[in-house]
C-alpha cells in the first residue's frame, strides 16, 4: 500500500548496558520517541491486565515474554504517539520476536543501535540503580545475562550479517557513550 511505514531503530545490548539512559539523550536531540519493551511490559503488569501475572512472572525469572503479547503493546505505543520515528529499546530479544515483528508490522528497521559492556560493569550498574525493579537482584541478574547472550546476541548477529549493526562501546561514562551516539544519529553531507 502506499502508506508511508515509520522509522524504527532498535537499540539492544545487555542488561544495565544503558539503553534506557541513552534513548532519553536520544529523544532530546533527534526527536525520536523511545518505546522501551520493558517498559511497557511493566505498565501493562501495574494497569491489572489479564496478561499481568504472566508477564510479571517472566520477568522475574529473565524470561523473553510471547511476541504477540509484546509487539502488540508496541504497535498500540507507536499508533499513539502520532509520531513516525521510534526507537525500540529492548526488543527484538530472540529471532522469533524478530521475524514476528517483521511479518506483523512490515517494518525493517533503519539500523540497529547495540550497547557493548563487559558484563561486570552491567552488573555493578544493576545492582545500584535501586529503582525497586524485581528483576534487580543477583539470582534474575544472572539468568537475564544468560537469555541476553543465548538469545538476544544471536539478534544482533543477524542484523550485522545484513550491515545494519551500529557497535558502540558503552563501558565509557554516559557523556562519552553519547558523544559517539550523537555522532551515529546526526546526518552526513553528501
Ligand atoms: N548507567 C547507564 N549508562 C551508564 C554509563 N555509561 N556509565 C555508568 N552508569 C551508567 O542503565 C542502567 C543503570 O546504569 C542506570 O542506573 C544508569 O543510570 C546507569 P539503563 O539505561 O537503565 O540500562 P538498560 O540497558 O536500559 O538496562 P535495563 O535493565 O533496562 O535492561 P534490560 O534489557 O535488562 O531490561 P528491559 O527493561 O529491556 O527488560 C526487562 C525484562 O523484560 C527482560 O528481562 C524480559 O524478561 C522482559 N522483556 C521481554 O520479555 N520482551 C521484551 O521485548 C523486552 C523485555
Ligand atoms: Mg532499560
Not at 501495574?46 to 524470561?63: A, C
Not at 529471532?95 to 561486570?120: G, H, M, Q, S
Not at 552488573?123 to 537469555?147: A, W
Amino acid at each position: 500500500d502506499s502508506e508511508k511505514k515509520p522509522t524504527v531503530v532498535f537499540v539492544l545490548g545487555g542488561p544495565g548496558s544503558g539503553k534506557g539512559t541513552q534513548c532519553a539523550n536520544i529523544v532530546e536531540h533527534f526527536g525520536y520517541t523511545h518505546l522501551s519493551a520493558g517498559d511497557l511490559l511493566r505498565a501493562e503488569i501495574k494497569s491489572g491486565s489479564e496478561n499481568g501475572t504472566m508477564i510479571q512472572n517472566m520477568i522475574k525469572e529473565g524470561k523473553i515474554v510471547p511476541s504477540e503479547v509484546t509487539i502488540k503493546l508496541l504497535q498500540k505505543a507507536m499508533q499513539d504517539s502520532g509520531n513516525d520515528k521510534f526507537l525500540i529499546d529492548g526488543f527484538p530479544r530472540n529471532e522469533e520476536n524478530r521475524a514476528a515483528f517483521e511479518a506483523v508490522t512490515k517494518i525493517e528497521p533503519a539500523f540497529v543501535l547495540f550497547f557493548d559492556c563487559p558484563e561486570e560493569e552491567m552488573e555493578r550498574r544493576i545492582l545500584s540503580r535501586n529503582q525497586g525493579r524485581e528483576d534487580d537482584n543477583i539470582e534474575t541478574i544472572r539468568k537475564r545475562f544468560k537469555v541476553f547472550l543465548e538469545s538476544s546476541l544471536p539478534v544482533v548477529e543477524y542484523y550485522d550479517s545484513k550491515g545494519k549493526v551500529q557497535k558502540v562501546d558503552a563501558a565509557k561514562p554516559i557523556d562519552e557513550v553519547f558523544e559517539v551516539v550523537k555522532a551515529i544519529f546526526t546526518p552526513k553531507d553528501e
